[in-house]
């Protein structure tokens, strides 16, 4: 059972310039989270996913910055007009079907976003 | 929302002493706390997790404690190594969203 993938590991982008990263979730799993983590801080929530719904994108900034968890596919994680504040690393957790009390996240190599 | 504290931010122990890391929640709703290890350039890792109904689990070297009524839950390592030297982050959860603590850089001294 492969782990929780994410593509590409690092990604160099210029500003103004779009940035998407892609994450397959764990066999089985189909809820996703998408973190941001600045360097030498902690872990910040942005979007919760289940397959072709947005659940909670309360962390998500309010421009440039959107998700998705399309039916087939990967989930998406877009970012518009990047600028060089947005330069961190991505992580996506999946966790298990719905029904379960307690969803234990497993997580993803990350995406080093570099813009600059 | 919930809002979880952790400290010490840093931890310097020497090898074998014991470590401690202590974190506080606010959400009374939030019923699973995982704790992850984070090594330098790596993905976080689920070390050790506990339910809400339960108040210590242990495994190993490592142990979590669980006070539901203060809001509070610590991890404790034993016997330290080098190799547990990483960043560690505790999370709260209330079955959906899941929030962390800022981390707490661990350094064992050989």
């Known amino acids: 059972n492969a782990g929780v993938m994410q593509n590409p590991r690092h990604l160099v982008r210029r500003r103004g310039q779009e940035a998407r990263l892609r994450c397959s979730p764990m066999?089985?799993?189909?809820?996703v989270y998408w973190y941001r983590q600045l360097p030498e801080e902690g872990l910040k929530f942005m979007v919760y996913l289940q397959k072709e719904n947005i659940i909670d994108e309360s962390g998500m900034p309010k421009e440039r910055f959107s998700a998705e968890f399309p039916k087939e596919g990967p989930s998406i994680l877009r970012i518009q007009q990047v600028v060089r504040g947005d330069s961190a690393a991505y992580f996506c957790?999946?966790?298990?079907?719905?029904?379960?009390?307690?969803?234990?996240?497993?997580f993803g190599p990350g995406t080093r976003l570099t813009v600059l | 929302g919930e809002n979880v504290e952790q400290h010490p931010s840093t931890l310097s122990v020497q090898e074998g002493d014991s470590a401690v890391i202590k974190c506080t929640y606010s959400?009374?709703?939030?019923?699973?706390f995982p704790w992850y290890k984070q090594e330098l350039g790596k993905r976080p890792q689920l070390i050790i997790d506990i339910r809400s109904n339960v108040g210590e689990k242990k495994d190993q070297r490592i142990a979590v404690t669980l006070n539901k009524t203060a809001k509070h839950f610590s991890l404790h390592i034993t016997e330290t190594q080098p190799e547990d030297s990483a960043v560690y982050f505790c999370?709260?959860?209330?079955?959906?969203?899941?929030?962390f603590g800022t981390g707490t850089s661990l350094t064992v001294i050989p």
């Open positions: 066999k089985g799993h189909s809820h």
């Open positions: 999370a709260a959860s209330t079955g959906n969203q899941f929030y």
């Open positions: 957790a999946s966790s298990p079907r719905t029904g379960h009390t307690y969803n234990e996240q497993f």
């Open positions: 959400d009374s709703a939030s019923n699973y």
